[in-house]
C-alpha cells in the first residue's frame, strides 16, 4: 500500500501527536527500591497505570489504526493460518511507518524504566511490535526472547503493554520467575516447532493479567507464554523492546537476517543502525 493511500485511509497515524499526549510520553515513572529488587530477583515486574486517560485511548487507537494498515489485505480465517500466526497478529516496525507510532516507541518515560530496571547508563530501541492475539487465538508458546536476538549482552528487556484489560481468559502473560538467571539461552522454534522447553516444563509459573494501561516489563533471558484468547474480543497490547547501550552484534545466521534492526552489522560490530537509537 503507497504511503498516499496510507496517509488517505490511516490519517491520525500521519497527524502531529497533542502536546498534552507527547508529554505523558516522556514524564518521568518513577521506580521504587523494592520495585528494583523485584525485576532483578524475578526477571519480570507488573507496573500499573503507565498510561492512562486520554494517552491511553490516543495510543490504543493509532496502534489499532496501525494493526489495521498492516494486516486489512489478509482476508485469511483464524483457521487457515499457521500455528505461530494463529497466537498472534504480529506487526513489527510500526515506528518506521508511521509518525504517531514513533512519538509512542521514542518514549522517555518507558525508556527510563527499562534503563532502571536494567542498571545501565542508556539504552537502545532493538524494535516494536504489536501483539494482537485474535478471539480463539491459540497460546503462545514458551520461550525465551533472547534467543532469537544476536545481542552479545544480557541486558534486554520488553515493555508489554496493555491497551485493553487483559485477563487470563483473554491471554495475559505468565512468566517463569528466576528463569533469567539459569545461564541458559534456548532457542524453541515457535514458528514451526512450538513446544515446552524441557528444562521448564515442571517449573511454576506466574500469571499476570493487567487493566489497560499496565505494563510487564521482563529480561529477555526470562522464560515466558501466553495464555489461549477464549473471548470473543481482540487482545491488544503494544510491546517495545530495549538493550543496552554498547552492546555488539553476535551473529550473521539465517535467524538474524529478518531484523532491520542489525542490517549491514558484521559479528562484533557495536549495535548501533537508524533503527536502534539511543532512546535515552
Given at each position: ?138 497460546i503462545t508458546d514458551c520461550h525465551q526472547d533472547e534467543s532469537y536476538w544476536p545481542i552479545d549482552s544480557e541486558l534486554t528487556t520488553t515493555m508489554w503493554m496493555a491497551l485493553v484489560d487483559v485477563p487470563q481468559e483473554k491471554g495475559c ?56 484468547n477464549k473471548t470473543r474480543e481482540m487482545r491488544e497490547a503494544m510491546t517495545v523492546i530495549y538493550f543496552e547501550d554498547g552492546a555488539t552484534f553476535t551473529s550473521e545466521d539465517n535467524r538474524s537476517k529478518d531484523h532491520k534492526s542489525c ?18
Amino acid at each position: 500500500m503507497g504511503l498516499n493511500i496510507l496517509k488517505e485511509n490511516y490519517p491520525v497515524l500521519f497527524e502531529e501527536t497533542p502536546s498534552e499526549i507527547k508529554q505523558a510520553y516522556n514524564t518521568p515513572y518513577n521506580l521504587s527500591s523494592i520495585q528494583l529488587e523485584e525485576y532483578s530477583e524475578n526477571g519480570f515486574i507488573k507496573l500499573n497505570k503507565v498510561l492512562e486517560g486520554n494517552a491511553l485511548k490516543y495510543v490504543r487507537k493509532i496502534i489499532g489504526e496501525a494493526v489495521k494498515a498492516r494486516t486489512e489485505p489478509d482476508k485469511r480465517k483464524l483457521e487457515e493460518k499457521s500455528q505461530f500466526e494463529q497466537s498472534f497478529l504480529q506487526c513489527g516496525y510500526l515506528a518506521w511507518d508511521f509518525p504517531a507510532v514513533k512519538d509512542f516507541v521514542f518514549g522517555k518515560r518507558f525508556a527510563g524504566i527499562a534503563k532502571d530496571l536494567m542498571k545501565v547508563n542508556g539504552v537502545r530501541l532493538w524494535h516494536d511490535q504489536a501483539l494482537y492475539k485474535e478471539p480463539g487465538g491459540r497460546i503462545t508458546d514458551c520461550h525465551q526472547d533472547e534467543s532469537y536476538w544476536p545481542i552479545d549482552s544480557e541486558l534486554t528487556t520488553t515493555m508489554w503493554m496493555a491497551l485493553v484489560d487483559v485477563p487470563q481468559e483473554k491471554g495475559c502473560m505468565r512468566f517463569i520467575p528466576g528463569s533469567h538467571k539459569w545461564g541458559i539461552k534456548e532457542y524453541v522454534d515457535i514458528f514451526e516447532q512450538p513446544h515446552v522447553p524441557e528444562s521448564v516444563k515442571e517449573e511454576n509459573r506466574i500469571t499476570v493479567p493487567l487493566e489497560a494501561g499496565d505494563v510487564t516489563f521482563h529480561s529477555g533471558l526470562t522464560f515466558h507464554e501466553a495464555f489461549p484468547n477464549k473471548t470473543r474480543e481482540m487482545r491488544e497490547a503494544m510491546t517495545v523492546i530495549y538493550f543496552e547501550d554498547g552492546a555488539t552484534f553476535t551473529s550473521e545466521d539465517n535467524r538474524s537476517k529478518d531484523h532491520k534492526s542489525c542490517w549491514g552489522l558484521k559479528r562484533g560490530d557495536i549495535i548501533d543502525t537508524q533503527y536502534t537509537p539511543k532512546i535515552i
